[in-house]
């Protein structure tokens, strides 16, 4: 467990909670389909591309039209898959990477061990609990409500990017200044260094697959934890 900072401008107040790999299991079903969607086409291509590659390629180059989440995800596979095979895949093809989303869609929200016990500590512990959430506005609300833990937070904030410019807005929603906010989640990228650059605090949980979009380079000193159970602790004061 990484040692929590001895000195603090204010007490932290706010906890602040990312959802998909940190609340909720979802990269893993990523993962299922991008591994479905590389064999179906594979027989497509050069066997010495690289499908994966391809597509990630094709997912970041979306991203400001589509946006994060399932729906981009699938649209991206699909005009992947038309690019990568020079329009040679099938419509059959098309049809299983369309219905593999769905599928994904469809998929119960599957809590990580841990979360239901940890909410309850921190509530008990008197913090201020806030979920914040990139995604699809849709999906991400119909996943929140199939979690069952909503009444569990004081507000949900669903946005399009976690950036700087995001978090500012949403700490002065809560009425606190950034020492006062901590943000707890799986990707160091948009869960922690925006944060810290309004000299908030995060903590990073890893979850054990990592989309490439959340990969980056850090020094190092990011606050890690092993497991959400950890964070209770984490947060009391010394």
């Known amino acids: 467990m990484s040692a929590r900072p001895t000195a603090y401008d204010s007490p932290i107040e706010v906890v602040a909670l990312d959802a998909d790999d940190t609340l909720w299991h979802s990269e893993v ?19 010495d591309l690289d499908i994966d590659a391809a597509l990630v390629a094709v997912e970041h180059r979306n991203l400001a039209a589509y946006g994060y989440g399932i729906k981009g995800f699938t649209l991206s596979m699909v005009e992947a898959a038309i690019e990568i095979t020079d329009g040679a895949i099938g419509t059959d093809e098309l049809a299983q990477i369309m219905a593999s989303g769905r599928t994904m869609l469809d998929h119960p929200v599957d809590l990580i061990d841990g979360v239901d016990d940890t909410l309850t500590a921190l509530a008990t512990a008197g913090y201020r609990l806030l979920l914040v959430t990139k995604g699809d506005l849709h999906h991400q609300e119909r996943k929140i409500a199939a979690s069952g833990l909503a009444q569990r937070f004081e507000r949900l904030e669903i946005v399009a990017e976690k950036d700087p410019a995001t978090y500012r807005r949403v700490i002065a929603s809560m009425g606190v200044d950034p020492a006062a906010f901590c943000m707890v989640g799986n990707s160091v990228r948009s869960d922690v260094l925006p944060v810290l650059e309004l000299g908030g605090h995060a903590v990073h949980i890893p979850y054990h697959v990592t989309w490439a979009h959340e990969q980056v380079d850090h020094d190092g000193t990011v606050a890690t934890l092993a497991s959400i159970t950890e964070l209770p602790a984490w947060l009391a004061p010394p």
């Not at 079903?29 to 066997?47: A, G, H, M, S």
Request: hydrophobic content about 25%.
């Open 29 to 47: 079903y990523f993962e299922r389909t991008q591994r479905r969607f590389t064999d179906l086409i594979r027989r497509y291509v050069d066997p």
